[in-house]
């Protein structure tokens, strides 16, 4: 840092690099829950609610998972949970609009993409991809389940032509946490963060070829994730780390700016900038501290004056 101000910044060649590998389709959206935020209930205040029916004693209390966690291990099932928890959410939670041109979902449908990943539970991508008047496919991990026949049944798509060679038209949304419509599939209580980490380090043939290629040998667009919290960096870590070196292309995420600062001395904003720049540099990621709004914004008239 220099003067108060970093040393690197998403630059000119970052937005040309970004839109050129959209446009010949080397591009794997990647969408957290920042990007539905203002649709779906924040995971914090559903975290504190519950926090509250079940006599949460800690002190994380709009920690999700930890809360989650807790609330099983009093109920004995987690299921019981996560069902409570994709009726509460999901029940009455309106759609984006999809005409608002910064939206986020309705941008990265209009980027003509063949495959987006999500860890939402949410139908925001697959509904802005049939807004546009494509036919997405929609497909569930199966990391919840050593059944021969749930596992066959959830991989039944990639066995056909949309799945296994998808491309613009017929684009497929996976859904990496899994799906409300399937609450056993949901990546909710602290066990489950485990849980799916395992098997899906532990069975490379868990994920079918075509997203394990759009993983591994594609840039990644991170829309709505924080870099600081430990979804994102599990994800990277344990999903990528066999991605060959010098096999593919620097990733973005697009990230808010860290909090204001207190005063005219206060320079820890810019500190925690500077170590997350540097830190995901090494990851090969490219920041964009940008809302997920604000980029979808500039993303789209670069890709429309292209």
């Known amino acids: 840092m220099a003067g108060g101000r970093l040393i690197r910044v998403f630059d000119e060649d970052a937005w040309k690099r970004t839109v050129y590998l959209i446009q010949q389709g080397q591009c794997t959206p990647f969408i957290g829950a920042g990007a539905s935020a203002e649709h779906v209930p924040v995971a914090g205040d559903l975290a504190a ?14 920690d999700l998972a930890r809360v989650t966690q807790f609330a099983a291990v009093r109920e004995g099932s ?14 009455s939670a309106p759609l984006p609009d999809f005409r608002a041109a910064d939206e986020p979902h309705a941008l990265l449908a209009d980027l003509n993409l063949p495959v987006y990943v999500t860890t939402n539970y949410d139908d925001c991508m697959f509904e802005a991809l049939a807004d546009r008047g494509r ?29 296994y060679n998808p491309d613009s038209s017929r684009p497929i949304v996976y859904h990496l946490h899994g799906h409300h419509g399937t609450p056993e599939s949901l990546v909710l209580t602290e066990d ?3 849980d799916f980490l395992v098997r899906v380090s532990g069975d ?3 994920l079918p070829p075509v997203i394990r290629k759009s993983l591994r040998s594609r840039m990644l667009l991170f829309v709505g994730y924080s870099l600081a919290d430990w979804t994102f960096r599990v994800i990277f870590r344990g999903l990528l780390s066999a991605r060959p070196l010098h096999a593919g ?5 697009v990230q808010l700016l860290p909090p204001s600062a207190s ?3 206060d320079d820890r904003p810019l500190r925690i900038q500077e170590y997350l720049d540097r830190y995901f540099e ?3 990621i490219s920041i964009c501290w940008m809302t997920a709004r604000e980029f979808s914004a500039e993303l789209r008239g670069r890709w429309q004056t292209r």
């Not at 006599?55 to 709009?62: L, N």
Request: aromatic share 14%; glycine share 6%.
């Open 49 to 62: 609610v519950l926090a509250g029916e079940y006599g949460f004693p800690f002190d994380e209390d709009r």
């Open 78 to 91: 987690r299921l019981y949970i996560k069902k409570r928890f994709a009726d509460d959410m999901f029940a």
């Open 135 to 163: 036919s997405p496919q929609r497909a569930i991990c199966p990391w919840y389940t050593n059944d021969p026949a749930e596992v066959e049944e959830a991989t039944s798509l990639f066995r056909e032509s949309a799945g």
């Open 192 to 194: 489950d963060y485990i």
């Open 204 to 206: 490379p043939d868990l």
């Open 249 to 253: 292309y620097p990733h973005v995420s």
């Open 263 to 265: 005063g005219a001395a």
């Open 282 to 284: 090494m990851q090969s």
